[in-house]
């Protein structure tokens, strides 16, 4: 009698309880529907949101925040959040970090989910991410992020038709990092500004008759045989059409010679093959830290870390070119920023951090440049008393490049751009195991990107 | 669910008919089960099958495209090597795990006092086989400077680039699936046991030697546990993910780029999730034909001892 007692409790509060479940559906839905539409609207619920935490005593709340980087990245914005914390004890940031393919993959299931971090780093990549970004316009506006010390033109690289998807958390370009006491070991000329391809391709045959290890490690394909490669063609070349529906170049041809460099210089031993490539997962772990090559592929923000990790003396040089007078293909960008999320409860204290974060002294004495050049005045004013010969080095790097002529540069990655990058790296695997000719491999990945815009 | 809710509005005698009613518990205690299997599995099963036929991509509106993501998946080089590397993973891993499993649970069904430690030991990588860590620990036993290669240099064999030479990449993966041969060895030795030992004891005053034995006794008798641990097993291979994804992220030149390794690629890194829906739909057909076809072979090759009678 007694246990058809507790059966009968048991369903009853079965049934509430899925009664209840079904109405938190659908209040949930009912949220969606009101934010979904107007971005602005919002925007005004935040508002109201934090004039009330305001006024009144201020509320714990609890922020949550990723990014991804290398080790060094990671200890510095660990440091700035513990002082944010510190300052604001109301707040508490939680914080993630990943490698970049990680980050993503993350972010990519918390999109899914409309669950995504309240802070969030984002590269170039961002318009696949635009429904979950909150435009910053308005914070802007009045004042919660301040950007007196940041100039219209910084602002703009990272706006995208009007709205403010973040603030760059500074700029950077690509080089590429050598070890000269290696160069000076294999009795190997420092390459110097206006190298070419042949030049670099020289080199490293070079490393591996003398020294027997690799010239080069990992180089980002994409970015310098499609990113930049194709510019070097021509300044009114990009790889995207600058509006980002459309390749920006007609003729396939141009990809030939960096696949085939590729392939014979694996061929030949001088880089890793794809089995070593897979085993690099961070800078830690690059073949020019661990010694086993003499120059690798760096965004110049991340020579710090790379020469922090490799304890050594590195230099910069900027990438080659296809030709000793042609153009450098390369360009300043902002390197990565920091968006909020339309998932955020709380955007007006992410905001507030993150102005924190991007312009306060001290804060960025920790950061020190390391996600790339501060755009902000006031910080490169802070930061060059005591500013250490890697920075000196890079700071000096990036206005080097800053002052090459360039074509309109298009930043911003559309939104097939992972599939294509994947599958660059494929057909770049395809020649070096023999089963296409770099003619035909060009031509495929030409076709198979040109079809993404379609 | 609803039916109890809905003869809960009416009178209390049907009430109390139907909490008196055996089958009542039943479905309460099933409920939880119920409740999870509805919810994690019919409705995304469901609502994927809607996907399929849409071009929804992560964050932006479905719209339909009717067959349009089947039709570019024929097309799709890549999506036939992915079938391609599944197949030659499972032909290869599933028999090789599978006589191993049996190997090791033979001589286990031998009494000493150590079987049941050993047992326990070899049972401890399906454990953990599955993680992350062990395929992490599998990578770098396979690396430039692993353990491995450092073996073979030892033998003056030299050192192989395991995941840098497309033709061997996928043999690391192989063995590691064959490696967690634990449950199914835990399956066959209880098996093993089942089989009368006066069928050896016969068969033995007649003459036969233990390779006889085994071919007409063990394999004949055992054939129902291979039906299930052959059809479990060839289930799982098929929708291996973690070692490819960890180990070799597809590469080289997608020579372990398992389908649902490609398959989780179209839906998270390349958010195509329509593509990616209508690719777990083709798996799942594929999947349960060969089921099929191999629940159908088995009245050619497994001994019922119900049918002689």
Redesign the interface.
Known sequence: MKLKRILVILLVAISVFSLAACKGKETEVADKKDNKPAETKVDDTADDKGKDSNEEAPEPVTLRMAWWGSQARHDKTIAVIEMYQEQNPHVTINYEFYDFDGYFQKLNTLVASDDCWDIMQMGGNFPAYLNKILPLNDYIADGTIDTTNTTEAFLKTTRYNGVQVGVSNGVNTYGVAYDPAMFAEAGIPEPQEGWTWDDYAEICKKFKDELDIYGSSKFDDFAAGCGSGISQFGLEYNFYALTNDDLGFDDYTFLIDYIQMRADLTAYGAYPDPGAIAEIKDIEGDFLVTGEAAMTWVASNQFIALSEAAGRELNLVPIPRRTKDGPAGSAIQSSQMFSISTDSENPVEAAKFLSFFWSDDEANKILANERGLSIFSNVVRALEPDLTPEQIKVNEFVNLIGSYETGEVNPISPEPSQEIQDYYKLIIEKVIYGEMDADQAAKDFYDFAKSKFQ | ?KK??ST?GKRISSIKAL??NET??GY?FA?PFIIGFLGFTIVPILSSFYYSFTDY????KASWIGLNNYITLMGDK?FWNSVYVTFKYVLTSVPLKLIFALFIAMIMTRKTRLTGFYRSLYYVPSLIGGSIAVTLVWKELF??RGLINQLLGMAGIGRV??????KV?LIPLILLTVWQFGSSMIIFAAGLKQIPTTYYEAAKIDGANRRKSFFKITLPCLSPVILYNLVMQTISAFMTFTQAFVI??G????ATNFYALYMY?NA??????GYASAMSWIMLVFISIITLLIFKSSKYWVFNESDKE
């Open positions: 669910m109890v809710k809960d909490i008196y009542t518990a309460l409920l991509s992560l964050g932006n890549r690396s430039r680039s395991w995941f840098g030479n497309q990449a070799t992220s590469g080289p030149n997608d690629n998270f890194t390349y958010r195509k999730m």
